[in-house]
């Protein structure tokens, strides 16, 4: 059975840090896509950043430079390290493992972690 588990999330205060994480199991991790993803009241789900199974990260404009992913295949976790948090940065952050073989495709989601940035 695949579990997807993302932590860390809760208050922060403007310019603070926080750091997430997303716990696999189930999946062949290395094999898999591994994203955050946001979604604020009222807007659509948006990708914030993904890595691949060899460490290729991309970003959000409006995350660059401020929020860095990284991933242990070790471990099977993939993080979310939050830095210069904004109010703007508040949702409840999803985290995504993808993958396909062939015309498969396998994505699953985690329940999704708060993160509210206020003073």
């Known amino acids: 059975q695949v579990q997807v588990v993302e932590s860390g999330g809760g208050l922060v205060q403007p310019g603070g840090t926080l750091r997430l994480s997303c716990a696999a199991s189930?999946?062949?991790?290395?094999?898999?896509?591994m994203g955050w993803y946001r979604q604020a009241p009222g807007k659509q789900r948006e990708l914030v950043a993904h890595?691949?199974?060899?460490?290729?990260?991309s970003y959000a404009d409006s995350v660059k430079g401020r929020f860095t992913i990284s991933r242990d295949n070790d471990k099977n976790t993939v993080y979310l390290q939050m830095n210069s948090v904004k109010p703007e940065d508040t949702a409840i952050y999803y985290c995504n493992a993808y993958t396909n073989y062939g015309e498969s495709e396998y994505d699953y989601w985690g329940q999704g972690t708060q993160v509210t940035v206020s003073s």
């Open positions: 189930g999946i062949k991790f290395r094999n898999f896509l």
């Open positions: 890595i691949t199974g060899n460490d290729i990260a």
